[in-house]
């Protein structure tokens, strides 16, 4: 166990809607990232937040958006749904930036199936 | 982001080390080699990092060549619980925290 926490594990949508992907990193990290798993796509990084400002941006889609909270829980936005968005979204943890031993944890993925 | 270069899978038998090479040749003289596995159905997890000499904890050690364009993680004894995709990642410590996946080893452990 990470202590990085995910919800919800699983999540079925349909085209066109959206979705919120919440994490909550594990106590003490100031940083926290997204990634987003595929078969095609492999993992690919998504936004980096710390301690509740935007660090760092990846191939994030303009229909998806971010946001770290006071508590340093993130939240992952994704609208406009395709079936090209159905993958394994991961959300990690670090202690906090600029550390060049700054271990990332994991959290165990929201699988999202958009139908 | 400099490159590495990893084979698409290998085999080994449980209980015998195993030996994961990883090729970095456009590395740069601040990028850290960092290695993440994942296990099935699981997210990435730090394994190990360096930046020029052999480093060991106590999941592997990770030996750097001296001109630094490679790198291998070796597990010491592989068990059923190390099969995964290992993921060779280079990092500078510039702060930039964001790592890039690229394909990674698929390790098989044969019983």
């Known amino acids: 166990d990470s202590g990085v926490t995910q919800t919800p594990k699983h999540l079925i949508t349909a085209t066109g809607q959206r979705v919120t992907l919440r994490c909550s990193p594990r106590?003490?990290?100031?940083?926290v990232y997204w990634y987003q798993q595929s078969l095609d796509q492999g993992l690919q990084f998504l936004i980096q937040y710390y301690n509740g400002e935007e660090r760092a941006k990846g191939n994030i889609l303009e229909r998806f958006s971010a946001q770290q909270f006071p508590d340093l829980h993130s939240e992952l936005n994704l609208s406009s749904l395709e079936l090209g968005d159905s993958a394994l979204y991961f959300c990690a943890s670090s202690v906090g930036t600029g550390q060049v031993y700054n271990e990332q944890f994991f959290g165990p993925g929201t699988r999202l199936t958009v139908l | 982001d400099a490159k590495t270069t990893q084979p698409n899978s290998m085999e080994s038998n449980e209980e015998e080390p195993v030996h994961l090479p990883c090729n970095h040749s456009?590395?740069?003289?601040?990028?850290?080699i960092h290695w993440y596995r994942q296990l099935p159905s699981q997210g990435p997890e730090y394994v190990i990092h360096g930046l020029t000499s052999n480093v060991n904890n106590r999941m592997a050690s990770l030996a750097i060549a001296e001109d630094r364009k490679s790198s291998t993680l070796i597990l010491h004894r592989a068990t059923l619980r190390d099969a995964a995709v290992y993921y060779c990642i280079l990092r500078d410590n510039f702060g930039n925290e964001k790592l890039t996946f690229g394909t990674g080893t698929r390790l098989t452990i044969i019983p």
């Open positions: 456009t590395i740069s003289g601040t990028d850290y």
């Open positions: 106590s003490g990290d100031l940083s």
